[in-house]
């Protein structure tokens, strides 16, 4: 059985140490519920913009680029969501294969192995097939389809909506949603979970609380 998990958003809140951002930039405050369909940059212009500052998404999505997703300094303190990291842990010391595959530039590969290490989370198990535990710029869909020629069983926490389709579209892979505000649409074929089921699943399936006893 392998978990693979994605890491912003999942893992830990990368879209709210963004928008955090915005307020130091512009002084100007965006919720997380106001962003749809997986656009940031779409949420911020029209904040702006109702604020009498006018910038388009395109330059809203270069700023964010130079100033979060791709700079190392601003994912090296993210804090981890308490229940899912908790859970991935347990999988881990319950000998269970764990991979993860993310979007983020292969500029991040340091920083962000740092950060799951830094952690608890060992990147240096070897996984049926030669596979890395760790997948920078990955092709989810396709990696993962991979994956299950290997592994009899395959899990894939995911948060964004058009990732979590095609896996579950192109794999055999069990997509199991992670709710944010942008992916409450239908998402055929995947499961949306909170937190805390999530947590209580992937405990039931290492036994943890048998390996605890």
């Given at each position: 059985m392998l978990l693979i998990s994605d890491?912003?958003?999942?893992?830990?809140?990368?879209?709210g140490r963004a928008l955090r951002w915005v307020w130091d930039r512009y002084q100007i405050s965006v919720p997380p519920s106001s962003?749809?369909?997986y656009n940031m940059e779409f949420a911020?212009?029209?904040?702006?913009?109702?604020?009498?500052?006018v910038r388009s998404p395109d330059e809203i999505s270069e700023e964010l680029r130079l100033a979060c997703w791709e700079n190392p300094a601003f994912f090296r303190d993210l804090e981890p969501r308490c229940e899912i990291w908790?859970?991935?842990?347990?999988?881990?010391?319950?000998?269970?294969?764990?991979?993860f595959q993310t979007r983020r530039v292969e500029l991040l590969h340091n920083v962000t192995e740092a950060w799951l290490a830094n952690h608890g989370l060992e990147l240096h198990r070897p996984l049926a097939g030669g596979m890395k535990t760790l997948l920078m710029a990955a092709d989810?869909?396709?990696?993962?389809?991979?994956?299950?020629?290997?592994?009899?069983?395959?899990?894939f926490l995911e948060d964004a909506p058009h990732?979590?389709?095609?896996?579950a579209e192109e794999s055999t892979a069990e997509v199991w949603v992670v709710p944010q505000p942008w992916n409450q649409q239908p998402l055929v074929g995947c499961q949306r979970l909170e937190d805390e089921e999530i947590g209580r699943r992937l405990r039931q399936l290492a036994r943890c609380d048998e390996i605890a006893a």
């Open positions: 890491i912003d958003s999942v893992l830990c809140q990368t879209a962003i749809r369909r911020v212009a029209e904040h702006l913009r109702l604020a009498g500052i908790a859970a991935l842990c347990c999988w881990q010391r319950a000998g269970l294969a764990l991979q989810k869909a396709t990696l993962t389809r991979s994956a299950c020629e290997h592994y009899e069983r395959v899990i990732h979590a389709l095609e896996i």
